[in-house]
């Protein structure tokens, strides 16, 4: 494998301990947090909190270099447009994350630690992907 696909992985694993270290693959945590008028848990508002420092901090230093480590140049958004298709989609997600308590990232960590939450989400996620790519696109 190439350098940049190992920095992939290496990210990813870091990425998922992250998420299993600071208890964010339970889903009864994140709908813990979402629940503001019954069980609220402040938890997720610190670890998002802290990987919004780290990344700020992170994403200023490595765009003071000239090119990234594995590809030639950087890709950054260059549309800022917030249109029907951001905002449906952003709600979509929401509501998805509200129902079932997990989002794509902590969905896939749980799958390691076998999670019957995550057992179905990630099925079910990678068929909207398919029917996204296969309909929409």
């Known amino acids: 494998m190439s350098r940049a696909v190992w920095a992939a992985v290496a990210a990813g694993a870091l990425f998922g301990a992250g998420l299993a270290l600071s208890g964010m693959t339970d889903a009864r945590r994140v709908l813990g947090f979402l629940d503001v008028t019954g069980g609220f848990d402040p938890t997720l508002m610190w670890v998002l909190a802290s990987a919004l420092l780290v990344s700020a901090i992170g994403q200023r230093w490595v765009l003071h270099r000239a090119r990234p480590l ?68």
């Open 70 to 137: 594995y590809a030639a140049r950087f890709q950054l958004p260059t549309v800022r447009d917030v249109d029907a298709r951001l905002l449906l989609g952003a709600a979509l997600f929401g509501i998805g994350w509200g129902w079932a308590g997990y989002c794509p990232g902590p969905a896939i960590a749980g799958l390691a630690v076998a999670s019957r939450e995550a057992l179905w989400f990630v099925p079910a996620m990678l068929l909207g992907f398919w029917l996204h790519d296969r309909f929409v696109r």
